[in-house]
C-alpha cells in the first residue's frame, strides 16, 4: 500500500487506514481523515516538508508523518 510520502506532484489519492495516535491531533482537525481526497501540490527543496490540498484545505506536513499515512491512489481520468 502507497503512503502520502510516496505521491508525485500532482497526483491524488484516497486517505486509507492510519494509526490516529500517531497523527498529529491537529492534522486530524484539519481533514485529514480516513476516506477524504489528498493531492501533493508541491514538494520541498530536499524533499521535506510536503505541500497537500486535503479537501479544499492546503497544509504542509514532513514526510515522517506522510510516510504514517496509507493512500488508494486515484487513476487519472
Do not use: H, W
Amino acid at each position: 500500500m502507497s503512503t502520502i510520502a510516496d505521491l508525485k506532484k500532482g497526483q491524488k489519492a484516497i486517505i486509507g487506514e492510519m494509526n490516529a495516535q500517531e497523527i498529529p491531533l491537529k492534522l486530524l482537525e484539519m481533514g485529514c481523515l480516513p476516506g477524504n481526497q489528498v493531492e501533493l501540490i508541491q514538494i520541498a527543496p530536499f524533499r521535506d516538508p510536503l505541500y497537500l490540498n486535503i479537501n479544499d484545505t492546503f497544509l504542509s506536513i514532513r514526510k515522517e508523518t506522510a510516510k504514517l499515512i496509507n493512500v488508494n491512489l486515484i487513476e487519472d481520468e
